[in-house]
């Protein structure tokens, strides 16, 4: 925060890697409120290598960012609010980018952790460094994976300054700016996998492996070429109250890793088919009685809220607004006319149940 600038100022500097201030650079400032509908303000820098705009709403439900695109790469600062105190002064250096990916090092430390229902959760850490004097931005698309069949994925705390994910049920996350030389790129991710007893780790990495290892349940075997255990303590995790060791995998380079946890605890298949058959009945029970019930009185509810919906539609404005009444008035004609029909059918002599 700058008091000495005007309210809902931004003054940004950009330097390039050797620290002098980059002239005629187009920078983006973007506001961002918390609906997520972004606003941007685009603007160049002086030959002093400094772009300032002024007048931007000084708000409380909004954060600001500024973005450059340079050499290729999309650089993004943090997030930053404007207050009653003053203006904001932000500084950015920008890298020229190598899409090789030999001038990165990374290292990878998995956890796998028994849940219930034959599920395990895998906490993958994964970490990289840029070597030399450029930043790393791939040509294309890079995305940070789990292992086959994994589901449920989140980026771990740490991650979110560098992956995005913006599909929940997306199982990879992808790399959302340069990683620039000299700094740890956190691309942590965490998701689920099933298991029957065994849970098998076959992970191409993206970049050099210099250092793999695995923590496990003490408990729990493990079976990978060169691992040994390791003398280094692991830390207490909150919510876990069992002995946790960790190994040293040995593996190294860029090809797959392998390795293997086994013993981990299995649901009784006599309490998973009893549950499955029970299921089944209840849902049988289920289907029957809608089926059985007499019609009426679903058609009388589908009709009230066609009513409902017709008069909303009458009153709504916003685009938005009617295409969401429309959409909710097309799934009503569908049930009443699928409705209609299996009362055609179920009044005709000859027909016979579903």
């Known amino acids: 925060v700058a008091p000495e600038l005007p309210l809902g100022t931004v003054q940004l500097l950009v330097v390039d890697r050797e620290d002098q201030p980059l002239a005629n650079q187009s920078v983006t400032i973007v506001k961002k409120d918390f609906t997520g509908t972004e606003q941007r303000f685009v603007l160049e820098t002086d030959a002093?290598?400094?772009?300032?705009?002024s007048e931007l709403p000084v708000v409380n439900d909004a954060l600001y960012y500024v973005a450059i695109v340079y050499d290729g790469g999309p650089y993004t600062s943090a997030f930053f609010g404007l207050d009653r105190r003053g203006g904001v002064r932000v500084a950015m250096r920008v890298w020229p980018v190598t899409s090789d990916p030999a001038v990165v090092q990374s290292a990878v430390q998995w956890e796998v952790i028994e849940a219930e229902n034959d599920h395990a959760q895998v906490v993958q850490i994964y970490e990289a460094l840029v070597t030399g004097d450029e930043a790393y931005w791939p040509a294309e698309e890079l995305r940070i994976v789990g292992i086959e069949g994994a589901k449920?994925?989140?980026v771990l705390r740490g991650g979110e300054e560098w992956l995005d994910h913006d599909d929940e049920v997306a199982p990879f996350a992808t790399l959302g700016h340069p990683i620039v030389p000299g700094e740890v790129a956190a691309l942590s991710v965490g998701y689920v996998v099933d298991h029957d007893g065994e849970v098998v780790i076959d992970w191409t990495p993206p970049f050099e492996v210099i250092?793999?290892?695995?923590?496990?349940?003490e408990s729990l075997g493990l079976e990978a070429p060169g691992a040994k255990r390791?003398?280094?303590?692991?830390?207490?995790?909150?919510?876990?109250?069992?002995?946790r060791v960790a190994y040293e995998l040995g593996q190294k380079g860029t090809g797959t890793i392998h390795v293997a946890v086994t013993g981990l605890r299995r649901t009784?298949?006599?309490?998973?088919?009893?549950?499955?058959?029970?299921g089944s009945v209840l849902g049988l029970v289920l289907v029957l009685g809608l089926a059985l019930r007499p019609s009426?009185?679903?058609r009388a509810r589908l009709l009230r809220r066609r009513d409902e919906l017709l008069g909303a539609l009458e009153q709504r404005r916003s685009p938005g607004d009617r295409r969401r009444v429309v959409a909710a008035l097309d799934r009503i004609y569908r049930q009443l006319d699928a409705l209609d029909a299996l009362a055609a059918k179920l009044a005709k002599p000859d027909s016979k149940p579903a």
């Open 48 to 53: 002093d290598g400094i772009a300032q705009q």
């Open 152 to 154: 449920s994925l989140v």
């Open 211 to 217: 250092e793999s290892a695995m923590v496990v349940k």
């Open 230 to 243: 390791s003398d280094r303590p692991v830390q207490p995790q909150q919510g876990l109250d069992y002995a």
């Open 268 to 278: 009784n298949q006599v309490f998973r088919w009893v549950g499955i058959g029970l």
């Open 296 to 298: 009426g009185d679903a």
